[in-house]
């Protein structure tokens, strides 16, 4: 992407960050899972009810949101948990991009935002599938939950290509971007930028999950981005032959 400054890849310092981060949050998520459940079905219950529901749809949004953040810390945790027990095998990178992209073709066109996807065909890699189906869906995720507000013309551009030793994926967005300052803080557990922290919900978690899957991967993930240009993230891993 022109003129966006890029992050350094990921490093060991923040996989053990977010290793330490996830024990702590996967405890608490796990205990707030039932109080939860509990409570949102209590507010459904009193919306049939309570003729002026606006308190009521305040409180529920807020517990969307903590269920999110919830949802998101159990992902975290799992994602740690897993790291030894996964057996990773020999898989098409190719096809997961082109399954991803389908996967989130309705979802792109409901909010107006067009997908194009280029794939070098049969490009291999060692890795658990489900996990770069998982990194990339959040990725594409991030790009339409931060733009489908935005007017004008809305893309993602998915890519996948190879050298004799990488496959290199890239999600790239025309959306609202990162300031410079906030690249690196960004891949942090729970931290979340200042232009959407309190006006587009979410955990903090997204980006930083999708950086431990690519490390778990002996790969690594960089970010570019500015503010109203767009945002390119691109995933390095290592290819199977």
């Known amino acids: 992407m022109r003129d966006a400054s890029e992050t350094q890849p990921t490093t060991t310092s923040n996989a053990c960050m977010c290793k330490e981060c996830a024990v702590v949050l996967g405890t608490i998520a796990h205990s707030l899972q039932t109080p939860l459940t509990i409570v949102k079905g209590e507010i459904s219950l009193l919306k049939k009810d309570v003729p002026n529901q606006e308190r009521l749809i305040v409180c529920e949004s807020v517990l969307e949101n903590m269920s999110l953040l919830v949802y998101d810390a159990l992902r975290l945790r799992r994602l740690v948990d897993e790291k030894e027990k996964q057996t990773r095998k020999k ?4 096809c997961i991009v082109k399954n991803v992209s389908r996967y989130i073709q309705d979802e792109a066109l409901t909010h107006g935002i067009s997908v194009t996807v280029h794939t070098t065909p049969n490009v291999m890699i060692c890795a658990v599938p489900h996990q770069i189906e998982e990194l990339l869906m959040t990725l594409v995720e991030n790009s339409i939950k931060y733009m489908h507000q935005q007017a004008g013309n809305r893309m993602i551009a998915l890519t996948l290509s190879a050298t ?3 496959c290199v994926v890239v999600v790239e967005d025309n959306g609202i971007g990162i300031p410079s300052h906030e690249h690196k803080r960004v891949l942090e557990p729970l931290y979340r930028s200042e232009m959407v922290r309190y006006t587009i919900p979410g955990s903090g978690l997204g980006l930083p ?5 690519a490390q778990q991967h002996n790969g690594r993930l960089t970010l570019a981005s500015k503010p109203g240009v767009g945002t390119k993230v691109t995933i390095s ?5």
């Open 209 to 213: 999950i999708a950086a431990a899957i």
């Open 91 to 94: 898989v098409c990178a190719s």
């Open 237 to 241: 891993l290592p290819r199977a032959h």
């Open 164 to 166: 004799p030793q990488r």
